[in-house]
């Protein structure tokens, strides 16, 4: 069994047992969260298709640990205008093992 789920502006297709990395979510290490934007659940032959989410569908994932990526460096360059600008960005993330997959 396998679901298509939305978070962060992201779409991913998990299975019972996954660990993935998602945009970061306000929780705790340990603690249990319901993603309920489920866009497809896959069972076998029988595909369940949501208009455009699933009502009553969840998938229940527990938070493993909480993080950030590794550094993006950014250089802006001009040549010939003695102009460089240097920037660092390290992403925040969240990651889930994914519990149990609920049809609805």
Known sequence: MYAV???????YRVSQGDTLRVEKLIAEEGESVALDKVLMIGDGETVTVGSPYIIGGTVS??????GRGKKVKIIKFRRRKHH???Q???QSYTELEINEINAG
Request: hydrophobic fraction near 25%; charged fraction near 25%.
């Open 84 to 86: 460089l600008k240097r």
């Open 88 to 90: 660092g960005h390290r």
């Open 5 to 11: 789920i939305q978070t962060g502006g992201k779409q």
């Open 61 to 66: 994932a527990t938070v493993k640990a909480q």
